[in-house]
């Protein structure tokens, strides 16, 4: 059957894919009870009325169009009226185009838009932030990569970095960040900053640096200005080699003392710190070596301070044989406070020994000299000279038994009174000391009261320089002063002592090596 002509009364025109064809549809008006008609033909489209003479046979109306495009019936338009009033929502948000100037202070936000076409609005502030005027804050794979050259000009205004970590004691943070004279940044291992660093200090500011860095011990400029003994032989035994100079108080936990050839470059051995004496008056140093296995010639010493090197000009000369003394061409002299008394000093070249009697003076606590021998020429006037050898007492402790070895004028008078220039001592409190006559000049090798101290000892003369050195088990002291050129004798004096003759008290020494040079 035919649907032509058929009137189908409905509330809202069907969509167009929903409508029957060759029908009349009529949809009421909402809210009034009358009806229009909607023309459908065979193709499903709408029809409308015919203009006649060019006249509209009925007025437009809200109700007369029909919305047939599905996106706007799926946004629920689906009458001219319900578009016209979404149409006019949309055309209310649309912004208008300015036409005057503005700030972000009047005009505090803009237009954003993401992907999808919704907008938001933003603040205006933003716009034209970047690393010079902003405080930014990075996130998760921040960074910047400069694709040219790249320049930074402070023109004088501060530019900070605060907040670093501290990696100070991070051992892969071991690189600089420096500069060239142009600004050029770059960064170095510090090298070239760090020997340039000494050009740009004054003289004061160079030696605090140095200091500071050497732990506080001085970094003057070492000096040597005598060596004691300047020749020895290759025998095998340990020679004690003294040094006097200047800045030679060197840091007892950075410092290295060498033997070097005579060209002052080439190191012929290292002198084990064990086996070297420092002193801190910054004029003295000794050690000891055994030179045997070094070849006859001249040798320099090189020392370290823990900042710079120092090879002295004068050198040690190592010979096949030294310049022997005999001993044996002495004679001696001697003074006891009761003369001619019998068994009380025994001496012999370069030995003597003592041994207190009653006789020559009755025994008592007092510090007086019963006892006193003198050789005869011994060295010439300004001849050097090294001698070396043993001392010992047998004495109760505190006694006040004291003996000297010494050296004295050749022209002076032998005396129960000590008139030695220089001089080994013992004494009964049994402090093994090397006293001079310059008062207040006293080093001290300490023992423990009831040992009978056996020391061993040197003196030289080199020059006007007098050395004299003294070593009692682990102890060992030196001193350098300036003393006379004249011919010398050996000298010895003893004191008294409490003991009586059994108890056998003795003292003496024994020169075991003498030579000049």
């Given amino acids: ?113 993401n992907d999808n076409g919704d907008v938001a609005r933003l603040p205006a502030g933003d716009l034209g932030k970047n690393i010079a005027n902003s405080s930014l804050t990075s996130v998760t794979g921040a960074g910047l990569t400069l694709g040219a050259d790249w320049e930074m000009k402070t023109i004088g205004k501060n530019y900070t970095i605060s907040g670093l970590a501290d990696v100070s004691n991070d051992p892969a943070f071991n690189t600089f960040i420096t500069q060239n004279p142009a600004g050029k940044v770059g960064k170095s291992n510090g090298k070239q900053s760090f020997l340039s660093l000494p050009a740009t200090m004054s003289d004061a500011e160079r030696t605090a640096w140095k200091t500071a860095m050497n732990g506080g011990w001085t970094t003057n400029t070492m000096s040597v200005a005598a060596i004691t003994p300047p020749v020895i032989d290759k025998q095998d035994r340990n020679y004690w ?4 100079g200047a800045n030679l108080n060197l840091p007892p936990t950075s410092f290295s003392v060498d033997i070097m050839a005579a060209d002052g470059v080439t190191k012929i051995a290292t002198i084990p710190n064990s086996q070297v004496q420092l002193y801190q008056n910054g004029l003295d140093l000794m050690f000891y070596y055994n030179f045997k296995n070094l070849a006859i010639g001249e040798y320099k010493i090189r020392l370290w301070n ?111 009174t000590n008139n030695a220039h220089f001089q080994i001592s013992i004494s009964s409190n049994n402090i093994a000391n090397h006293t001079k006559t310059i008062a207040g000049d006293t080093l001290f090798a300490v023992g423990t009261p009831n040992d009978q101290p056996v020391i061993n000892w040197s003196i030289a003369r080199n020059g006007n320089l007098f050395i004299v050195y003294i070593q009692y088990g682990s102890y060992v002291n030196m001193s350098t002063r300036t003393g ?34």
Wanted: hydrophobic residues 40%; glycine residues 6%.
């Fill in 484 to 517: 006379i050129e004249d011919a010398l004798s050996l000298v010895s004096y003893i004191n008294n002592t409490t003991n009586n003759d059994t108890t056998g008290a003795d003292a003496g020494f024994n020169i075991q090596s003498a030579y000049t040079f």
């Fill in 1 to 113: 059957m035919s649907n032509i002509g058929k009137i189908i009364r409905v509330n809202a025109l069907p969509p167009a894919t929903e409508r029957e064809t060759n029908v009349i549809y009529q949809v009421a008006a909402p809210g009034a009870a009358t009806y229009t008609d909607y023309a459908i033909d065979a193709n499903g489209d709408l029809k409308t009325h015919a203009v006649v003479d060019g006249s509209i046979p009925v007025a437009l109306s809200d109700d007369h169009v029909s919305i047939s495009d599905l996106d706007l019936i799926a946004d629920g338009i689906t009458t001219q009226a319900e578009y016209n009033s979404v149409t006019k929502e949309k055309v209310r948000q649309k912004l208008n185009r300015p036409a005057n100037d503005g700030n972000v202070l009047d005009y505090p936000k803009i237009v954003g838009l």
């Fill in 241 to 244: 080699i003294s040094l006097r």
């Fill in 306 to 416: 823990g900042v710079a090197y120092y090879v002295t000009s004068l050198t040690i000369k190592i010979v096949s044989a030294l310049n022997a003394i005999n001993l044996n061409n002495l004679t001696w002299e001697t003074k006891l406070f009761t003369p001619n008394t019998q068994n009380v000093i025994t001496v012999s070249g370069g030995s003597m020994s003592y041994n207190a009697r009653a006789a020559n003076k009755p025994f008592a606590r007092e510090n007086l000299i019963v006892a006193a021998l003198k050789s005869s020429e011994f060295v010439t006037a300004g001849q050097n000279f090294i001698i070396s050898g043993t001392m010992r007492l047998s004495d109760a402790a505190f006694s006040l038994m004291n003996i000297v070895l010494g050296l004295i004028n050749t022209n002076n008078t032998l005396a129960l």
